[in-house]
């Protein structure tokens, strides 16, 4: 019997961790299991006559809310031209509605509910023996009288050690370049309401063993990025520890993004943290709000002022990148308190500031509670709110702005010296900032266009001379940094200070060909003539000193492949 699982990723760079463990898990002699994976942006009629030309007998569909709607019309369409081809549908969007789901739509023949790997194993015994499969804890099937039967909730794995390894090396050939997903544990101990983690209690966790095997694997493979999906990576301290320890012995150029909890983090871990090294751990903390009345609302356990301090203490140390994440439309929180909320997560300098929307996720505590707080929010998924008793859609919309300045100017670390000196300079409360250049976007409906990241410079120059009552020639020395730094070879703009051309270029290759300039600044390109060099540096002159916030003229050397920054003005004047 042939089985084609299947998915559709949000982005091409994604990868699917749960059709990697079904397929391992439910490996026999009886089936031959093929994984094809897809992207929401493909065509609709390209995918389903893919997967109609792998001729399989079985073809599940691993869904969420990103791709459920595409998911259900392929599945119509499989179904109405390979009667005969069992289709099975699983995942967190259909396990809270599986009865409903079965009702309404004919081509579907099972639904797996929660976790997959025993009931998919079992169902594909089943069919591939000729035997019935309804009544199988963890399955809602349609029986041959068209009568649909719920077998029952199925207990949890209880040993996770059981389920195979999820990669092997062909696996990483064909996922060469994405990411790879990894867990070490299921579970979450915190029960925020708008978390379907909450539905599931305790934590169950792989062996140790078992989890060092498995790294160990992805970095001889040469991996480079691995996510980890731990809900709460470091809800216990000496597990983490140890795997901190072992990634930082082994690993090499792979890099581990983790989900961790920063007021769980003690002096002792934060010690240990400023020693790893750069670049090879990202962190990503979910603080969704400072609102006291708000974080008690969804059940969420956080000391704001716990997390404040531990963020500002892992970010002295600069070597781990941090991602921290705001939800806007939780309970109990206005677009005052949301701009309150924003303001005090971008005071702790993250790399990334995520600026997220509640979704009212089918299972979830606060889908329930949509009433008893005004929520309204869109019909199919992904069920993003779109107002409640607190938050009008006016101010979700103008947070959608936002949103995306915030993206532009901030989370892309193309504008750090210019977006931080009018911060400094001009904005007490960086929210105020990006809302204005929001409604700046708008009123030169710069939002009803794309912008090259080289325009960007231009607006908000544009921007700043326009609003702003300041040293425009300031402001466009530190515009002028990020420039250079971040568009190599790049023509300088019409607002960027020039210096004499003929001249400062010949100076620039009179700096490259001094041997101790080379040996000071860029050692590893010592013996290398200046006119490779050149491709690979940038030199900039400026009327300030933006390192050092001083009014004294400076030339700046730039290495694109370190990306650092040097002052050489005084060996290049």
């Known amino acids: 019997m042939k089985v084609l699982l299947t998915t559709l990723n949000a982005k091409y760079i ?20 093929l994984i094809e994976e897809y992207t929401i942006n493909d065509h609709i009629e390209k995918i389903t006559k893919n997967i109609y030309q792998k001729d399989a007998h079985v073809v599940g569909f691993s869904c969420y809310i990103w791709n459920i709607t595409m998911t259900l019309e392929i599945a119509d369409r499989l179904k109405k031209v390979k009667p005969d081809c069992m289709v099975i549908l699983g995942g967190p969007e259909v396990s809270y509605d ?30 591939s023996s000729s035997q019935s499969p309804v009544g199988i804890q963890g399955l809602v099937a349609r029986a041959a009288d068209g009568k649909i039967v719920d077998g029952g909730s199925r207990p949890f794995i209880s040993h996770l050690d059981v389920i195979p ?5 062909n696996d990483l050939n064909v996922l060469k370049g994405k990411i790879i997903y990894y867990e070490t544990s299921r579970g979450c101990p915190f029960q925020c309401s708008y978390c379907l983690s909450s539905t599931i209690e305790g934590v ?20 480079k990025q691995v996510k980890f999906v731990d809900r709460t990576f470091n809800c216990h301290k000496k597990r983490a520890m140890e795997i901190f320890e072992f990634l930082a012995a082994h690993a090499e150029n792979t890099n581990f993004h983790f989900e961790i909890a920063a007021d769980l983090l003690d002096d002792d871990m934060i010690e240990y943290l400023s020693k790893i090294p750069k670049g090879l751990f990202q962190f990503e903390i979910g603080v969704q709000s400072t609102n006291p009345e708000t974080i008690k609302s969804i059940d969420r356990k956080m000391a704001f002022s716990r997390v404040a301090q531990n963020v500002i203490r892992l970010r002295q140390n600069d070597n781990i990148h941090l991602h921290l994440d705001l939800i806007a439309g939780l309970p109990e929180e206005d677009y005052a308190s949301f701009a309150s909320s924003f303001d005090d997560v971008f005071g702790l300098r993250p790399h990334v500031l995520q600026l997220g929307f509640l979704k009212l996720l089918k299972g979830s505590k606060i889908r329930q509670q949509a009433e008893q707080y005004g929520y309204k929010c869109t019909t199919v998924p992904p069920y993003e709110v779109l107002e409640n008793n607190r938050m009008s859609y006016g101010d979700i919309v103008k947070l959608k702005g ?3 300045i915030l993206e532009k100017y901030h ?14 300079h001009h904005y007490p409360s960086p929210f105020r900032f990006f809302e204005d250049m929001a409604v700046y976007f708008e009123d030169k409906g710069f939002d009803k266009r794309s912008c090259s990241r080289k325009s960007l410079y231009d607006i908000l120059f544009k921007f700043y001379k326009e609003k702003i009552s300041g040293n425009t020639e300031e402001f466009s020395d530190y515009l002028k940094y990020d420039f250079v730094l971040n568009q190599k070879g790049a023509n ?17 290759f009179e700096f490259l060909k001094n041997e101790n300039n080379i040996k000071e600044f860029l050692p590893q390109y010592i013996g290398i003539p200046a006119k490779k060099i050149i491709k690979e540096v ?20 730039f290495d694109y492949n370190t990306l650092k920054t040097y002052d050489i003005t005084r060996n290049f004047l």
């Open 14 to 33: 994604h990868s699917s961790l749960a059709l990697r463990y079904l397929e391992k898990y439910c490996a026999s002699e009886e089936t031959e299991i």
């Open 98 to 127: 599986a009865v409903d789901l079965l009702s309404k739509h004919s081509y579907i023949d099972y639904i797996v509910v929660g976790e997959g790997e025993e009931t998919l194993k079992e169902l594909l015994r089943c069919l």
């Open 165 to 169: 390894c999820p990669y092997n090396e």
């Open 204 to 223: 169950r966790y792989f062996s140790m063993d078992r989890v060092k095997s498995d790294l160990l694997f992805l970095i001889r493979n040469k991996v």
């Open 402 to 404: 936002i949103e995306d």
């Open 411 to 424: 989370n892309s670390g193309a504008f750090g010296k210019s977006v931080h000196y009018m911060l400094r």
């Open 492 to 508: 300088l703009p019409y607002w960027a200070y020039q210096e004499p051309v003929k001249e400062f270029r010949e100076k620039c």
């Open 538 to 557: 940038g030199f900039a002159g400026f009327r300030f000193n933006v390192l050092k916030g001083d009014r004294q003229k400076t030339v700046l050397l």
